[in-house]
């Protein structure tokens, strides 16, 4: 089994930033990509930004120039520096990850969600 735990979301008013830690745990043979995806209510769950192992970070046009992904590989923990939130940003975010497990098979798994609210 795999767990995904999320932490650092909250409310935040426009303008302000929040940092947003996915850590990995469990029968992880090795990590192909983590990202973070965000689903507002009534929305479809969107790409937010994703960074394959050894690559580059892939972001939402709608983040670029705002928002940071990092990881640590060797914690297996991803992290998202939001910065200049707007109160579009407001939603259920969500971390993933694209692993290979110790018994050899390739899975995606998912956070239970962290809330950020972006208001005044």
């Known amino acids: 089994q795999v767990q995904l735990v999320e932490s650092g979301g909250g409310l935040v008013q426009p303008g302000g930033s929040l940092r947003l830690s996915c850590g990995a745990s469990?029968?992880?043979?090795?990590?192909?990509?983590m990202g973070w995806y965000r689903q507002a209510p009534g929305k479809q769950r969107e790409l937010v930004a994703t960074?394959?192992?050894?690559?580059?970070?892939n972001y939402a046009d709608s983040v670029k120039g705002r928002f940071t992904i990092s990881r640590e590989n060797a914690k297996n923990t991803v992290y998202l520096q939001m910065n200049s939130l707007k109160p579009e940003d407001t939603a259920e975010y969500y971390c993933n990850a694209d692993l290979i497990t110790r018994t050899g098979y390739r899975r995606t798994y998912w956070g239970q969600g962290t809330q950020v609210t972006v208001s005044s």
């Open positions: 469990g029968s992880i043979f090795s990590i192909n990509a």
């Open positions: 960074m394959p192992s050894g690559g580059s970070a």
